[in-house]
């Protein structure tokens, strides 16, 4: 990976943690924010997987899960607040863990490293705004 994917990568956190503070500080929108950026990202994250599965012999279920993660990131916006942020931090580790099992050779060097790095920061700045 080039240090400017990965700097891209880590500068995608901003908002995460931004967005968290802002929501426990009680700024106006700040939760409808947070909440719609975890589902632009998650969303993105499915895009990625989809187009591994186009380039490799993968499982029909490699597929599935990616155009799946588009919709699961929908209902997040449906689901009452008191949930989401919960829903959206363990969909974001789940997430890493199957790529991890099923794409470890799909994605080039040091991706599922920072991917691990990212679903963990993300993760934890939903958690941290469920939790305080």
């Known amino acids: 990976m080039t240090k400017l994917q990965r700097y891209s990568g ?3 956190l901003i908002p995460f943690i931004g967005l968290s503070l802002m929501a426990l500080s009680g700024y106006p929108n700040a939760e409808h924010w947070l909440l719609s950026y975890a589902a632009l ?3 993105f994250l499915g895009g990625i997987l989809w187009q591994a599965s186009l380039k490799d012999d993968l499982p029909a279920h490699v597929t599935a899960i990616a155009l799946g993660t588009m919709l699961w990131a929908w209902l997040w ?3 009452p607040f008191t949930y989401w942020h ?3 931090a363990l969909s974001f580790i789940g997430l890493w863990l199957y790529e991890r099992r099923y794409l470890q050779g799909s994605y ?3 991706f599922l490293q920072l991917r691990c790095q990212l679903s963990t920061g993300a993760a934890a700045s ?3 705004y469920s939790i305080l």
């Open 41 to 43: 990202i998650f969303s």
């Open 10 to 12: 880590y500068a995608g």
């Open 126 to 128: 939903l958690m941290a």
């Open 108 to 110: 080039i060097q040091g």
């Open 77 to 79: 916006l449906l689901i």
């Open 86 to 88: 919960s829903v959206a």
